[in-house]
């Protein structure tokens, strides 16, 4: 009888411990130069920098293009549909503002955004380079040819 009484009891604890409520969520966040969001359910009490270093490592492991890196102190993230548009706090929890849809940016300035930057304008110059180089190619060789008839 004392070993019924004891089980039932243990059971009850059991149910005690599930019922306790998790506040948890679906976070949906646009990545900004990407295409569509990352999504990931988040614990209300998370902070907006755990929120921003897992976005990072699912969009990383997703293998979306721009390549973003993972350091969190390089991007901001903002609420969707915000009036201020001020950045959300690295130190805030991510339910504090009942959003849930939100928006990562990456901060001007940044060494990888300035080597990227660099990266692109050297081969915008390159292909120009290249479309001149053929015109020119082409049009010596069309001169040529006239001229030779």
Known sequence: MNSMLKR???NKDKKV???TKCNRFLVSINVLGSTGPVRFVAN???LVCEVIKTSLTLYARQGRLPILGTNVDNFFL???NDE???ALSPRESIGS???R???LCKKQGTSHSLLLNEKTSRQREKEKGSWKRWLNKSLNYSIQSHCML
Do not use: A, G
Request: aromatic letters at 10%; charged letters at 40%; a neutral charge.
């Open 97 to 99: 503002k009942q959003v």
């Open 84 to 86: 201020k548009r001020d």
């Open 44 to 46: 209300e009490d998370d």
């Open 101 to 103: 849809h939100f928006l």
């Open 8 to 10: 039932s009891t243990t």
């Open 78 to 80: 903002y609420r969707v």
């Open 17 to 19: 411990n599930t019922n």
